[in-house]
Each structure stands twice: as structure tokens, then as C-alpha cells.
């Protein structure tokens, strides 16, 4: 059964690969068959390099890759074929490793010590099984679900003592191409016919595509009462409060399951979606960064998230009245920004990472006032000629254009970070990315219109000849609205009537530059209001100038 099979041994300690090696030596395979390595990286690039056909991989690796994240690898970049094996090994049967593997679901999984005989026997029975089930494998691999259901119809009477394993695809074959009414019937039929949790949870599921959200509740709800750290409950659960739009429960949830088993990267970014969505952005950048630091140099790394610690902090800024807190939080964004480094291999994921840096550096430039650098920045950066595949690139893009006043490259890019929302291959993930954009959108529309409403109102007071009212609307629309050229303008003709009292000479300078280097540098001004844009620069400038020097004359 296993001559011929090519073997990729994973483990970070030396001995163990030389038992395992030893094993499979007894059992009638040569060394030439059998790969090793004691370094998650290295794992990594053998399995994107070399065909095998059987991996044995080590859960508890020295490395931050883990043996959870490698296979994680193996599954998003289907670097094993259909019918591969991949079985983990761990001296930890801690109920964090397992509920681990329950999540995972690897071909199998074995505790050490653990004898020739068994190690052999279990690996001979994964391969016979998934030799047996290629096919249907297959068509699972390439997202042919209507396919996988027939074949798993047909296998079912074929190959009657591979049936439970059978159920399980075909339930999930079911819900995955949204036949939520079939998978209703088939897990509440599969739930008269055993005991096991797995139908239960299916049926829950099936129930919360329906929308009956109250009943998959109390079904994930009565599970979790006899199993407290089952994981797939508890995760499903909260996806139910996701949808029902109650994301605080949903956030409690996660939080119970990652004291269970804090080793899934996914949910670290799951848990930073919710505190985002609940604008504690401070919370969001710890679960940023973690989720980073475990996935850096897999696949799953995104430089949009890396660049959302950042962001975070910066949003944390905005929401906090101590100005000590508030200085404190843009210099660790700094830092970040600065400190910032990932493992970049195609040309591609630099361009991804140039963007994600070049918004965070455009936001923190936007929020300080600092519109010049701001505006080279945003005129660098264009995902409708130069897409990003990076769904917290293209979100976080969106928000820039919104904290700039860019309305119609707002909703634009906004429709980009949609699309590739509903590219995740994990429903709850999906869920807490929309959940994300629905607070970002709703936060950046209220900006908006309080920047629309701002100006409309500053437009209003000057054409009834109240500049000086006029004026204070207009200087706080453009904390909203900078790159709005008309209100730039205005404020450069109020400016020259009457300087603001409710500002130092020095603030009021640095606004007025912006607003002249603004309207100079849009495309829609012609020759003659750009002069007069400029002339009314130079009276504003000279008013402000004759008010810094006002007090040292008296």
C-alpha cells in the first residue's frame, strides 16, 4: 500500500524524525522516499517545490508556523493531491491541541509515544481511504459540489464502511452550495441515525442558513451545555449572533473559545474584525498584530491587516480626549509603520505591501493636517488601473479617500473591498469583514455628510453676506472635507476678509497653505480662478501674518 509513496517528515526534534524514518524503513520504505526537516519554512517551501504524497508533521513546531499552519499552508495552496496524506503527531493531549485538531480536521492525528505497528496502521488506513475516495476528493478540491453530492450518493452503497466520512462531505458539499432546506433534512435524518456531534452542528448550520437564526441558536446552545469546548459550536454560535447584528455576544463567544484554544490565527483576526466594528480600535491593533506575527511567511499574511495595526492606533487616537493618550497612540502607529516587516516573495506581494504602507503613512499625514504629503500619496495610489487581491488594502484605501472628502473614490474602492470580502474561504471570517465595513462605511458616510453639511451651511453664510459666521463652519468642514477644492477657495476669500478668532495665527497659516496648495493642484480650476486663488492666498497670508505680530506690538 505505501511502496512507491513519497514521505515528508516534519518535526522539530531530530530523534523523533529518526524514529518515524526508522518505522517507515521497517515497513519496506527506502530512505530515497523519505524527506525531512526540523524548520517550519523550509517545510513549507519542500511541499511548494516536491511532489509527496504522504506528510507527517509535528503540532507543537519551535517555530511561530505551527503544525496547525502548515497544513493550513497545505489546504490554501493544495500543495498535496486529492488523495495526499497528511497526518499530525503530538505529545500534547491537551484539550487546546484538541480542539485544535477538531477545527483543522487533518487526516489524522496521532499522540506520542506511539508504536511501529499503529503509526504504520494509521497511515495505511487514511491513504487506502482516500485512494478509494479520489474522485469525490477531487471534486471537493475544485469546489464541484453538485458532483462531490452524486459521487457521494454512488460511494455511499459502493464503499458502505467509509459512510460516516462519506455523510460528513456530502452534508458539507450541501451547505456550501447554499441547499439549506436539503442539508436540513439530510443532518436531521443524519441526527436520528447517531450519536455524533457532527450532524447536530450541520443541522444548526443548515437552520442559520435558512435565517432561522433563534432555532441553529438554541441547537449550538444545547450542544455547547453537554460539550463547553466544543469548538465548531461555539464558533457557529457566534456567527449567529454575527448575523443577528449582535456582535458584542458574538465577541464574547470567540473570547471563550480562544482561552480554550488560542493557537488559530484566523480567529485572532476574527476577534480584531469585531473590535474594529465596535470602533475599540486599540483592542483591534492587539489582535492585528498577533494575528500577524503567527501568519507571517504563509500564505495566509495579508500586508492589509499588518497595516491595520497602524490604522487601529490611529483610529484609537480619534475616539480619546486625553491628549497625552492621544500622542501616545499616534507615536506607537509610528513606530509600527516604521518597525513594519514582512517576508515579501513575488512582485506582487511587494506591490500589495507598497500600498498598504503608502495608506497607512497617506491616513496618519490626513489626520495631522499634513494635506501636501497626503495628496502626493493618494495620487500614487490607483486600484482601478493597479488592483490589490488584499481585502484590508482595498478597505483601508477606502477609508483614506473617505478621511480625505473623496466621495466618488470612496464608494469606488469601497465596491473593490466588497468583492474581495466574499472571497474568504471561511463563512464567520466573511461575516466579521462585513461586519468591519459596515461600521467602517457607516463611520466614513457620517464624516461625509457632517463635512457636506459643514460647507453647505459655510456656502450658505457667505452668499447672505455672514462671513464671519461663515467662516467658522468653513474651517471645521475642512477637518471633514480637505480636499474639497471649492471649500478651499472659500476659505481662502474668507480668510482674506476676516482671520478667525477661535485659532492661533500659526493653525490658521497652515490651513490656508493647504487650502492654496489644494485648489492649486486640482485639475479642475481654470487659469483665471487660479490666479484668484492665489491673489486671495497672498491677502490671507498678509492678514495672518500683521495677527502673529499683533501681540508683540501692543
Not at 471563550?256 to 483591534?284: D, G, T
Not at 514582512?342 to 497607512?360: C, D, F
Not at 473623496?406 to 468583492?419: F, L
Not at 463611520?443 to 463635512?451: A, D, P, S, T, V
Request: net charge negative.
Amino acid at each position: 500500500m505505501l511502496s512507491g509513496k513519497k514521505f515528508l517528515l516534519i518535526d522539530d526534534c531530530n530523534t523523533a524524525i529518526s524514529l518515524m524514518r526508522s518505522m517507515l524503513n521497517m515497513s519496506g520504505i527506502s530512505n530515497d522516499n523519505i524527506d525531512s526537516t526540523m524548520d517550519s519554512m523550509k517545510a513549507i517551501r519542500l511541499l511548494a517545490n516536491h511532489s509527496y504524497d504522504i506528510v507527517i508533521c509535528d503540532y507543537n513546531m519551535r517555530h511561530h508556523i505551527d503544525g496547525g499552519l502548515i497544513f493550513d499552508e497545505v489546504i490554501q495552496r493544495k500543495l498535496l493531491p486529492s488523495d495526499g496524506v497528511f497526518i499530525c503527531v503530538t505529545g500534547d493531549n491537551t484539550q487546546q491541541v484538541v480542539s485544535h485538531f477538531i477545527e483543522l480536521e487533518p487526516d489524522d492525528y496521532l499522540i506520542k509515544p506511539f508504536s511501529a505497528a499503529i503509526f504504520i496502521e494509521r497511515i495505511e488506513m487514511v491513504t487506502r481511504r482516500k485512494s478509494a475516495l479520489y474522485p469525490l476528493l477531487l471534486a471537493l478540491d475544485n469546489k464541484d459540489y453538485r458532483t462531490a453530492i452524486g459521487l457521494c450518493k454512488r460511494y455511499r452503497d459502493e464503499l458502505p464502511k467509509y459512510k460516516g466520512y462519506i455523510d460528513r462531505i456530502n452534508g458539507d458539499c450541501l451547505l456550501r452550495s447554499e441547499q439549506h432546506e436539503e442539508a436540513r433534512q439530510f443532518y436531521e435524518e443524519a441526527c436520528k441515525n447517531n450519536d455524533h456531534l457532527w450532524p447536530r452542528i450541520g443541522f444548526g448550520q443548515a437552520l442559520k442558513g435558512l435565517g432561522k437564526l433563534k432555532e441553529a441558536e438554541a441547537v449550538f446552545e444545547e450542544i455547547l451545555a453537554k460539550h463547553p469546548k466544543q469548538p465548531l459550536a461555539r464558533k457557529h454560535l457566534a456567527g449567529c449572533l454575527i448575523e443577528g447584528d449582535r456582535i458584542p455576544e458574538a465577541l464574547e463567544q470567540f473570547k471563550l473559545l480562544h482561552k480554550v484554544n488560542s493557537a488559530n490565527p484566523m480567529r485572532e483576526l476574527i476577534i480584531a474584525n469585531l473590535y474594529a466594528a465596535l470602533q475599540q480600535h486599540e483592542k483591534a491593533a492587539i489582535g492585528y498584530q498577533r494575528f500577524t506575527a503567527k501568519v507571517t511567511g504563509t500564505n495566509r499574511y495579508s500586508s492589509g491587516a499588518a497595516g491595520n495595526v497602524a490604522v487601529s492606533l490611529m483610529l484609537a487616537s480619534l475616539y480619546t480626549s486625553n491628549n497625552d493618550e492621544h500622542t501616545d497612540l499616534l507615536k506607537e502607529a509610528r513606530h509600527n509603520l516604521h518597525e513594519h516587516n514582512s517576508n515579501i516573495e513575488t512582485e506582487k506581494e511587494r506591490y500589495e505591501s507598497e500600498v498598504s504602507g503608502l495608506t497607512s503613512v497617506a491616513i496618519l499625514a490626513c489626520l495631522h493636517g499634513e494635506i501636501e504629503d497626503c495628496f502626493s500619496i493618494v495620487n500614487r495610489i490607483d486600484l482601478q488601473k493597479k488592483p490589490v487581491d488584499d481585502y484590508y488594502t482595498a478597505l483601508n484605501v477606502a477609508r483614506l479617500y473617505g478621511f480625505c472628502g473623496m466621495p466618488d473614490k470612496y464608494e469606488q474602492t469601497m465596491q473593490t473591498a466588497r468583492k474581495l470580502c466574499a472571497r474568504a474561504d471561511d463563512a464567520i471570517l466573511i461575516q466579521s469583514q462585513v461586519k468591519l465595513m459596515e461600521a467602517c462605511h457607516a463611520e466614513i458616510n457620517h464624516r461625509l455628510k457632517e463635512g457636506s453639511a459643514l460647507v453647505e451651511k459655510a456656502f450658505e453664510l457667505r452668499s447672505n453676506n455672514q462671513a464671519r459666521e461663515a467662516i467658522e463652519y468653513a474651517y471645521r468642514a475642512f477637518h471633514m472635507v480637505p480636499y474639497h477644492y471649492k471649500l478651499c477657495f472659500l476659505i481662502l476669500e474668507l480668510t482674506a476678509l476676516a482671520t478667525p478668532s477661535f485659532l492661533k495665527a500659526s493653525e490658521i497659516k497652515e490651513i490656508i497653505s493647504s487650502c492654496n496648495w489644494v485648489f492649486q493642484n486640482d485639475t479642475r480650476p481654470d487659469g483665471d480662478q487660479l490666479e484668484r486663488a492665489k491673489e486671495l492666498y497672498r491677502v490671507a497670508l498678509a492678514r495672518v501674518e500683521k495677527m502673529a505680530k499683533a501681540p508683540a506690538m501692543a
